[in-house]
């Protein structure tokens, strides 16, 4: 499969549940739309990053960027489907995060190089963070395939510990081959191909606004 082929399939399954999610988005429980921004930001970035590897070879800044957007976002989503404790804990996470970004990107790297670092520290920390409360939202409907939580965080799970392994091998190896690392990306892509269509699922069954306060008040 070529690169573009690849790149089209990776947005068409992006495209999917992120129009799901915007065709409820007056319907949908309210706390599963910072997700669906997410989606669409995904989309954006992507293809961004297509057309200035096109134009002049590198993606590295928009890659860098989204990196950190992306990390925010999914901390916010956490924070309203209450999995901190405290809302002091959403604030020292996302600290955190944009202290170590600084570092890596504008202290020491650059936006104009790659550094595996950041994308483990944040895929290490959001895997923990959904580890921690994932028993819990299991638990909010018996039955887990039609739990949208459940299914979203699942797949966060997979697809970020699939990062921390391949970003962990690049940095344990730094002289892996350039074809080598190619087939890392590809597979990556195509984890993340998987990882959408179960969020297709995901936004098709994910409660709406009524279904939510009953819930809520039940």
Wanted: charged share 15%; with cysteine; hydrophobic share 55%.
């Amino acid at each position: 499969m070529s690169v573009f082929q690849l790149f089209l399939l990776m947005q068409f399954a992006r495209l999917i549940p992120f129009l799901i999610g915007v065709s409820r988005w007056k319907k949908i429980d309210p706390t599963y739309k910072p997700f669906i921004v997410l989606l669409g930001l995904g989309l954006v970035n992507e293809s961004i990053s297509y057309l200035l590897i096109k134009v002049i070879g590198t993606n590295v800044i928009p890659f860098n960027v989204f990196q950190i957007v992306e990390c925010l976002v999914l901390l916010y989503q956490f924070r309203v489907w209450q999995f901190f404790r405290k809302n002091y804990y959403f604030y020292v996470a996302a600290g955190a995060f944009i202290a170590f970004w600084i570092i890596q990107n504008l202290v020491f790297g650059g936006l104009q190089n790659f550094y595996p670092y950041f994308r483990v520290f944040y895929a290490f920390t959001i895997v923990l963070i959904i580890l921690n409360r994932i028993i819990y939202v299991a638990n909010e409907n018996t039955n887990v395939f039609r739990n949208a939580k459940f299914i979203i965080s699942s797949g966060l799970i997979i697809f970020f510990i699939y990062q921390i392994l391949f970003e962990g091998a690049l940095i344990a190896n730094t002289t892996v081959e350039e074809q080598e690392r190619n087939i890392f990306i590809k597979l990556l892509g195509f984890m993340d191909i998987m990882m959408n269509v179960i969020y297709i699922w995901a936004m098709y069954i994910a409660p709406g606004k009524r279904d939510f306060a009953w819930n809520k008040n039940i």
